[in-house]
């Protein structure tokens, strides 16, 4: 068996965080969610069981709860600081995708949301 592909990801981190430009959702915050995606090249995790061959799942939430509690004016600044923690702190990890949702934005909408992707390689 050849494995092609070795992605991980964490879907719908829910937390309350201080981002957005105008002055009420920087005050008074509001939910957003992240999803990550991560591309690994190294697979001898899937034979040796052996955590530390692998990304910690737990590491990637404190990075995205940290990186969430400093407020900034745009999703974009939230997801590339992400980024480069995810990169900085998991040197297996060859590709990730980060999505950063905000999910009620000030627009008047009812059920809107409005989210960011960034993408990046080593």
């Known amino acids: 068996m050849k494995i092609t592909d070795y992605d991980i990801e964490l879907r719908d981190i829910h937390l309350y965080a201080h981002h957005g ?18 591309s690994i090249g190294k697979q001898e995790c899937i034979a040796t069981d052996n955590i530390d061959e692998t990304v910690n799942y737990a590491l990637l939430y404190n990075i995205v709860k940290e990186q969430m509690q400093q407020p900034s004016k745009l999703l ?39 989210a960011v992707t960034l993408k990046a390689e080593r």
């Open 21 to 38: 430009v105008m002055e009420q959702e920087y005050n008074v915050g509001a939910w957003f969610t992240v999803d990550i995606k991560l």
């Open 76 to 114: 974009e600044h939230v997801c590339g600081r992400i980024l480069e923690c995810i990169f900085r702190e998991c040197p297996i990890v060859d590709r990730a995708q980060v999505t950063l949702c905000k999910d009620t934005p000030p627009l008047g909408g009812d059920r809107m949301q409005a």
